[in-house]
């Protein structure tokens, strides 16, 4: 159904309005009206179209089944679960910052080289130097950052393509770690404030803390969408039902209720798990409130549109690119405190696991479709199904070729329904 309804109940025009129409002056146009409801569409139409995150849930819920039942409920122990997020939080990170290029139709390949590197750099400064933690945590940021404008200045300026620019920087900054590593294949970190942001017994977040910042969270969560809710129902704009509404928030309180109770049910909600969802709370807000959201959305339908509406493709570029590698940075940081150390290889699947949560939570390789939120169920697939073949005894062998195949099956279908759309003119 068209979003625009022409009124047809426009009286027959009498003599004189015939006469004044020949003389020159203006009919009045017909009403129009747009329908505050959202009509209903076909099977196939819901297909064709965006069903946000309803196949990536799916999914993620049968994997939970499945493992569930396997291991005997060992699954949803909470002790696993927590032992999951934490293993899922440095590439849920890296998976955040390189949602920010992918929404461009980029990619960056240097982000696990360069998580690596920015955590190396920090631990030589505090474990070699004496530098404080704080300062060199910060060095490590700002090294992170310089890195990302490094390569949006490539992308945007020199027009290098991404895929080259980030392949270069990862070889670079893999050469560069070993450096300044010096030949040592493992820094131990024993700086106490270090350690203590994910790997002590002490990194979590105390109960009122742990309960009261997710129940502010969801309250805030739920003003936003009733406000909005409101607002385009009184400007006569399509909304969701009342009952879409309703349910909405009430499965992402149950959603955030449960797992809050998981975690406290052990020792907790760990300090790095608030920082990912902390992170990704605030690039939501940035992605969708914010006019440098919109211009992310804009560029990556179409840079040579969003161009002629005069937004500024080439800084927008380089501020992503600086965004994710200043992200990569968090994450390695995160990671290094994790495992107490910093070591001059890279691990392997870190980057497939970064673009991997992005693109099977649903952004789009093809740029301009996706939300930063997908990071967090695209992680928790990917993680499920390590966690869950570990349970049972299968190696990384196993692991791997089922991550790649979920890899593929989550671009294939991206890439039929993005070719059903442009089939439909969507």
């Known amino acids: 159904m068209?979003?625009?309804?022409?009124?047809?109940?426009?009286?027959?025009?009498?003599?004189?309005?015939q006469v004044a129409a020949f003389g020159g002056q203006a009919t009045e146009a017909a009403a129009v009206e747009v329908p505050?409801?959202?009509?209903?569409?076909?099977?196939?139409?819901?297909?064709?179209?965006?069903?946000?995150?309803?196949?990536?849930?799916?999914?993620?819920?049968?994997?939970?089944?499945?493992f569930t039942i396997v291991t005997?409920?060992?699954?949803?122990?909470?002790?696993?679960?927590?032992?999951?997020?934490?293993?899922?939080?440095?590439?849920?990170?890296?998976?955040?910052?390189?949602?920010?290029?992918?929404?461009?139709?980029e990619i960056d390949l240097s982000i696990a080289s360069v998580s690596v590197f920015c955590a190396v750099v920090m631990a030589v400064l505090s474990e070699r130097n004496g530098v404080p933690a704080v300062v060199a945590i910060l060095a490590g940021l700002l090294v992170g950052a310089i890195v990302g404008f490094i390569n949006g200045f490539f992308v945007a300026i020199v027009r290098v393509p991404s895929f080259i620019v980030t392949l270069a920087a990862s070889i670079f900054y893999s050469?560069?770690?070993?450096?300044?590593?010096?030949?040592?294949?493992?820094?131990?970190?024993?700086?106490?404030?270090?350690?203590?942001?994910?790997?002590s017994s002490q990194s979590f977040l105390p109960d009122y803390l742990g309960v009261g910042l997710p129940i502010v969270a969801v309250l805030l969560y739920a003003i936003s969408l009733i406000v909005s809710y409101v607002r385009r129902k009184r400007a006569g704009l399509r909304t969701i039902s009342l009952l879409q509404l309703v349910v909405q928030l009430v499965i992402t309180a149950l959603l955030v209720g449960g797992a809050v109770a998981v975690f406290e049910s052990y020792h907790g909600v760990p300090y790095n798990a608030a920082i990912l969802f902390g992170l990704i709370a605030v690039f939501w807000l940035i992605m969708t409130k914010t006019s440098f959201g919109r211009h992310v959305y804009a560029v990556g339908g179409g840079s040579e549109a969003a161009r002629r509406a005069g937004i500024n493709v080439v800084g927008i570029r380089i501020a992503c690119f600086t965004l994710c590698s200043t992200l990569a940075a968090v994450g390695g940081i995160v990671f290094a405190s994790y495992g107490t150390a910093v070591a001059s290889q890279i691990d392997p699947v870190l980057?497939?696991?970064?673009?991997?949560?992005?693109?099977?939570?649903?952004?789009?390789?093809?740029?301009?479709?996706?939300?930063?939120?997908?990071?967090?169920?695209g992680a928790l697939i990917i993680g499920s199904l390590v966690n869950g073949l570990a349970l049972l005894s299968q190696g990384t062998d196993v692991s791997e070729m089922v991550e790649g195949a979920v890899l593929l099956i989550a671009v294939s279908v991206d890439a039929l329904v993005r070719r059903a759309q442009q089939r439909t003119g969507r």
């Open 36 to 66: 505050s409801y959202m009509p209903r569409r076909t099977l196939g139409q819901l297909l064709r179209g965006d069903l946000g995150f309803v196949p990536v849930l799916f999914t993620l819920i049968v994997v939970v089944i499945y």
């Open 351 to 377: 980057l497939l696991n970064a673009i991997a949560a992005a693109v099977i939570g649903g952004v789009s390789l093809f740029g301009g479709r996706g939300s930063v939120w997908a990071v967090v169920l």
């Open 175 to 199: 050469g560069l770690l070993l450096n300044l590593l010096s030949g040592q294949s493992t820094l131990i970190i024993s700086n106490s404030f270090i350690v203590a942001i994910a790997g």
């Open 2 to 17: 068209s979003d625009i309804i022409e009124k047809n109940d426009t009286p027959e025009p009498s003599e004189s309005s």
């Open 72 to 105: 005997n409920g060992i699954f949803l122990h909470p002790e696993n679960l927590s032992n999951l997020v934490g293993q899922i939080v440095t590439f849920g990170i890296l998976g955040l910052g390189v949602t920010m290029v992918l929404l461009l139709g």
